[in-house]
């Protein structure tokens, strides 16, 4: 029988983790072009826009921006503004946002079906506002494949990196990777580079030295503020279109503001250039076509939706790059540190680095490691799904995570371009309910036989002399480390932390997301090499659901790279290779 006084601690327990983050003060920025969705009907003309991009994260901010230097432009955000956002401005907040599980924050957690934990930015400046900051291009022959212009690649990066990005200070734990990663024989050392090079680089970052975060939000910067209406919690419910014609055109779009007020919006039909983008992400893209019409017959039949057009491949063959990590306990506290240097290995196998915990004093008050108890037993479990037993759980498995687990760094393995596949499923027709997603993690050998490989690496690293001062390792065996990262991995999928001898197994067990899905509205399959949709007329989709592979070591490069890319490559098809961008 639970006591009156236990059930209150463990609601207390429950609600600390959840919320909301101090919005603080020091705000950097201000952009008059800002406006919450409801005040929309009281807005000034014109309510006709020549582009409607939805989705403001990190393609549609760059793309938004670009369109709005010679067309009149309305982005549509389901989420908030970052600035004021402490857990979203500064470094050292990066777990607690993560953590943050408030109506109204910037990361929206999700589990995937196969019951590893992920996150959907849910801000303006989308996931640039909640990753670990590392910026690093993609291929040359990776924009050959995806068969991008590379002159004009070439121009767009420099346009995101003259305002955002930063090449890091290196901290110690990054230092002693890079060292370690050239004593294992990931080389040669490229030093530092924007560029994606076998070997071992140090990379970009879009947190300044003081720890402020840039985000793809600052990119709106560069937009003709005359042109360019921005609109927070304006959640799109559906695109509207004209069927009469031989093809359905995309005339508007009907979105709900922060009241649930309903409106509708719609395109310049002066022109039959006018086009609305959707940039809403590899889980927010596909489900807003089918919730469109735009999908899969017997999704549109399940959910009684009136169909536009049959496309069986919309929300198919998604794909997310596991990752799993090894935890290596410290002599003592080490500073903290995100992802700054990496091992681009050959094989597909990338090693990277993060070290220590930071909050600031105003920000939510959970204490826990990157990949801690708070974050996977709890906080990702909606509210109305927790209960007692749950509680119960998390707090045993929290005692049961070494004490040091909050006081050391982690070394990570990730999979480039896996080939296991999965996909989404829509749950019913609220835009707001996140759909079932499937991955598929090591359902192809030759993910595993990567994932091997890397932690082999790691393994080796470990006993270079670059980790003996930072460390405590050498003081355990190498079960020993892998099972101290069983146990302190978090995800929903059953450990076998006496079976540590087979790394086939701790793959298995230990695999969690960077974060790095996509897929979902492929070219080629759903949409062209120009992004528009398949038969219809008036739509694209230009993010990271058209990517058959994550470009790069981390894709928010690439993704804002993509953004100004179709924003010039759009203005130019309308307006003549001249046209002033």
């Known amino acids: 029988m639970v006591s009156r006084k236990e059930a209150i601690l463990v609601k207390f327990l429950a609600l600390l983790c959840i919320l909301a983050p101090s919005q603080g003060k020091g705000q950097r920025h201000s952009f008059p072009y800002l406006r919450p969705a409801s005040s929309f009907s009281s807005l000034p003309q014109p309510h006709y826009y020549d582009y409607i991009v939805v989705g403001g994260g990190t393609a549609g901010c760059p793309l938004a921006a670009t369109l709005s230097q010679k067309y009149n432009v309305l982005l549509l955000e389901r989420g908030g503004s970052p600035y004021g956002n402490r857990n979203v401005s500064y470094m050292q907040n990066f777990h607690i946002s993560l953590a943050d599980m408030s109506p109204n924050s910037a990361s929206q957690p999700f589990i995937s079906t196969d019951g590893v934990i992920n996150t959907r930015a849910r801000v303006l400046g989308g996931g640039t506002c909640i990753n670990a900051g590392f910026y690093t291009r993609a291929s040359p022959r990776y924009v050959s494949e995806v068969g991008w212009d590379g002159k004009l690649v070439n121009e767009s990066y420099p346009w995101v990196e003259r305002r955002i990005v930063h090449f890091p200070k290196i901290a110690p734990w990054q230092d002693a990777l890079r060292k370690g990663l050239l004593q294992a024989g990931v080389s040669p050392f490229n030093g530092y580079t924007y560029d994606h090079l076998y070997g071992t680089k140090v990379g970009g970052t879009i947190f300044d030295d003081t720890g402020y975060r840039s985000t793809a939000a600052d990119l709106l910067k560069a937009s003709n503020p005359k042109k360019l209406r921005v609109l927070l919690h304006a959640t799109v419910q559906n695109i509207l279109f004209n069927t009469q014609g031989q093809k359905p055109k995309a005339i508007g779009v009907r979105f709900k503001d922060e009241l649930g007020h309903e409106h509708k919006v719609y395109l310049n039909q002066k022109t039959a250039a006018s086009e609305i983008i959707i940039s809403s992400g590899a889980i927010g893209s596909p489900q807003l076509l089918i919730l469109s019409g735009i999908g899969p017959k017997e999704d549109l039949e399940r959910l009684g939706v009136k169909p536009i057009l049959y496309n069986q491949h919309v929300g198919k063959e998604m794909s997310d790059n596991p990752m799993n990590s090894i935890f290596i306990p410290t002599k003592k506290p080490v500073k903290q540190s995100l992802i700054e240097t990496v091992g681009i290995t050959k094989v597909g196998s990338f090693i990277e680095a993060s070290s220590g915990f930071g909050q600031s004093s105003d920000s939510i008050h959970c204490h826990h490691g990157i990949m801690s108890a708070e974050i996977g037993q709890l906080s990702t479990i909606p509210p109305k799904q927790r209960s007692l037993e749950l509680a119960r759980s998390f707090a045993q498995t929290k005692k049961d995570i070494p004490i040091e687990a909050f006081r050391g760094g982690f070394i990570l393995e990730k999979i480039d371009g896996p080939l296991s596949k999965g996909q989404l499923t829509i749950l019913n027709t609220d835009i707001e309910t996140t759909p079932n997603v499937t991955f598929n993690y090591f359902s192809h050998p030759q993910d595993l036989r990567r994932c091997v490989f890397g932690i082999r690496t790691i393994e080796q690293i470990l006993r270079t002399k670059s980790f003996a001062d930072l460390s405590d390792v050498h003081n355990y065996s190498s079960e020993e480390v892998l099972r101290m990262s069983v146990r302190a991995n978090v995800n929903f999928i059953p450990k076998h932390t006496n079976d540590t001898k087979s790394l086939e197994q701790f793959c298995r067990d230990t695999v969690i ?56 490559k759009m203005l130019r098809a309308r307006l003549g290779k001249a046209a002033g961008v």
């Open 513 to 568: 997301t960077i974060w790095h899905y996509h897929g979902g509205c492929h070219v080629g399959k759903v949409v062209d090499q120009d992004y528009r949709v398949f038969g219809v007329d008036g739509l694209r989709v230009v993010d990271g659901s058209t990517l058959l592979k994550s470009p790069g070591t981390n894709p928010q490069a690439t993704v804002m790279m993509m953004g100004r890319y179709m924003g010039v």
